[in-house]
T-cell receptor, first 114, second 113 residues
Framework: NAGVTQTPKFRVLKTGQSMTLLCAQDMNHEYMYWYRQDPGMGLRLIHYSVGEGTTAKGEVPDGYNVSRLKKQNFLLGLESAAPSQTSVYFC?????????????FGAGSRLTVL | KNQVEQSPQSLIILEGKNCTLQCNYTVSPFSNLRWYKQDTGRGPVSLTIMTFSENTKSNGRYTATLDADTKQSSLHITASQLSDSASYICVVSDTGGGNKLTFGTGTQLKVEL
């Protein structure tokens, strides 16, 4: 099984450009998440989804949009990239949404905004 | 505000030696604590998960302990191997659901020959 696959793995953008990160999971998980990881900080939740067609804001949602049109896919969009969005982005999924959910993470997407 | 603090920030040990990583948390109400291993350039992978009633949980050479009274956890690695070189992240969940995880900043472990 591939698990959670993120594309692209690396991307460089100029300020103001837009882009979309794609996350795909083949485990039939109901719940999906987008996190960002910055040096010296723990992972922070951007947006999450509790099922196909649903999205919700996490801790740091500003400047990002998401969509979950299909159960297996969760897209993260940046409409107008800013240098502060330079980060490593991780998608994760889980079969459970309780506090005991075990997240399966993708390998990450490194984004640099110049 | 919920917080998770890990120590040390980084650690270098010789192959074959043991080490212990620490995690202190101020998360309320507490649901569970998990340890993840993150290899360079990869996503975190779950090692252990412990609820309030569990004091110890093992996964091969990894043993996690939890003291819910003092709000401390430790991850002990026995007979370290080069492949143990990674960042180890402590994550604490409150009872609010899957979107209520608080991540520590991790301990960067390097195992050398």
């Amino acid at each position: 099984n591939a698990g959670v696959t993120q594309t692209p793995k690396f991307r460089v953008l100029k300020t103001g450009q837009s882009m979309t990160l794609l996350c795909a999971q083949d485990m039939n998980h109901e719940y999906m998440y987008w996190y960002r990881q910055d040096p010296g900080m723990g992972l922070r939740l951007i947006h999450y989804s509790v099922g196909e067609g649903t999205t919700a804001k996490g801790e740091v949602p500003d400047g990002y949009n998401v969509s979950r049109l299909k159960k297996q896919n969760f897209l993260l969009g940046l409409e107008s990239a800013a240098p502060s969005q330079t980060s490593v982005y991780f998608c994760a999924s889980s079969w459970d949404f309780s506090g005991a959910n075990v997240l399966t993470f993708g390998a990450g997407s490194r984004l640099t905004v110049l | 505000k919920n917080q998770v603090e890990q120590s040390p920030q980084s650690l270098i040990i010789l192959e074959g030696k043991n080490c212990t990583l620490q995690c202190n948390y101020t998360v309320s109400p507490f649901s569970n604590l998990r340890w993840y291993k993150q290899d360079t350039g990869r996503g975190p992978v779950s090692l252990t998960i412990m609820t309030f009633s569990e004091n110890t949980k093992s996964n091969g050479r990894y043993t996690a302990t939890l003291d819910a009274d003092t709000k401390q956890s430790s991850l002990h690695i026995t007979a370290s191997q080069l492949s143990d070189s990674a960042s180890y992240i402590c994550v604490v969940s409150d009872t609010g659901g899957g979107n209520k995880l608080t991540f520590g900043t991790g301990t960067q472990l390097k195992v050398e020959l």
